[in-house]
């Protein structure tokens, strides 16, 4: 195979991803599109070998991008420039961001992302919904979850249904919002035209808010767009998530679930969520368990996503009823 400076980008991320193994990248096609993943396919699919200095210099590369991402998202285009000339070298650190190019610019808002959240609720909740869903979608869900908590409950949820349904937004609705932010704040930011909000930004958001926060939200929500709360329901705690709940919960849950049912949803498991649930049941159910899902062959992965989502029903009720706990980002999970 050529070596690394004479790769296209497509062929750098196939060796990427085979550097990585199967798991991690089975993780990274689930955030590409269709496109991107059938090309990606076909060059892994047509790559024989690699050398190891190829993939070295691969690997440093991608290395070197994600640093540069990072401090850019830390500090901004200069912030990064001179943290790398710290890190590579004057002429490293120019082909590196280089290479970035259009990635490297600031994402619109970066100085709010900066603000403390109580500062920002000070500066946005007099304003439009709409506005505040906007600013919301470009912070992190840390952030936007203590904006959101704290913005008057009649508020809350219309923000939160404003930023699932948002897509696209125009550079210029962006810079207008921005303008009277920089107005306010003397800050002046690039931005470029980016999806933000959707249905994932603001499960984000509801998984990190205090409990009641988002009882409240969710409450509304059915009432107002039931379908909308239902997606939402079904994205805010996935199956992998049994992982974040203790060992006494877990056991609570495997009370309710049918051994079948949940032979079929550990298939599609990764082997930490199938050691963690095999560690809450007894040596010969564990068995019996283990030998249902060697004996009962291929499954559709439709199959498996129903039997999972069964379980994450289930988890979601136990937690309504208080008998269980997930952890969130509230006070409210705190047991003395």
């Known amino acids: 195979m050529a070596k690394a400076n004479e790769l296209s980008g497509v062929q750098k991320a196939a060796v990427l991803l085979i550097a990585l193994g199967p798991e991690k990248s089975a993780r990274i096609f689930k955030h590409l599109k269709e496109d991107e993943i059938e090309q990606l396919t076909l060059e892994i699919a047509n790559t024989r070998s690699v050398s190891p200095a190829t993939k070295e210099q ?121 303008r009277v932010l920089e107005r306010k704040l003397s800050s002046l930011v690039n931005q470029d035209y980016t999806i933000v909000g959707g249905v994932d930004a603001i499960v984000a958001i509801l998984n990190t808010v205090d409990r009641g926060t988002e009882k409240h939200i969710m409450e509304t929500l059915e009432i107002e767009d039931p379908e909308l709360a239902d997606e939402i329901r079904r994205k805010m705690f996935v199956f992998e998530d049994i992982l974040s709940l203790d060992d006494k919960s877990i056991q609570r849950v495997l009370r309710e679930i049918d051994n079948n049912e949940l032979a079929v949803a550990l298939k599609g498991s990764s082997e930490e969520v199938q050691q963690v649930i095999f560690n809450n049941l007894s040596k010969r159910l564990g068995t019996m368990i283990r030998e249902d899902m060697e004996f009962m062959g291929p499954v559709r992965l439709k199959d498996v996503e129903e039997a999972q989502q069964k379980i994450v029903n289930v988890i979601r009720k136990l937690e309504d009823s208080a008998e269980i706990i997930i952890s969130r980002g509230g006070g409210d999970e705190i047991v003395v």
């Open 58 to 178: 691969i690997l440093n590369e991608f290395y070197e991008i994600c640093l540069a991402q990072q401090y850019i998202t830390e500090g901004g285009i200069a912030y990064a420039k001179e943290l790398l000339e710290k890190a590579l070298g004057e002429e490293k650190a120019k082909n590196v961001i280089g290479k970035l190019t259009a990635s490297l610019q600031v994402r619109p808002f970066e100085f709010v992302r900066k603000a403390d959240a109580s500062q920002m609720l000070n500066f946005i909740q007099d304003e439009h919904p709409q506005t505040i869903a906007l600013i919301l979608s470009y912070l992190s869900s840390a952030q936007a979850s203590a904006i959101i908590s704290s913005l008057p409950p009649d508020k809350q949820a219309d923000v939160a249904r404003r930023i699932a349904q948002m897509d696209r937004t125009s550079p210029d609705v962006i810079k207008e919002v921005e």
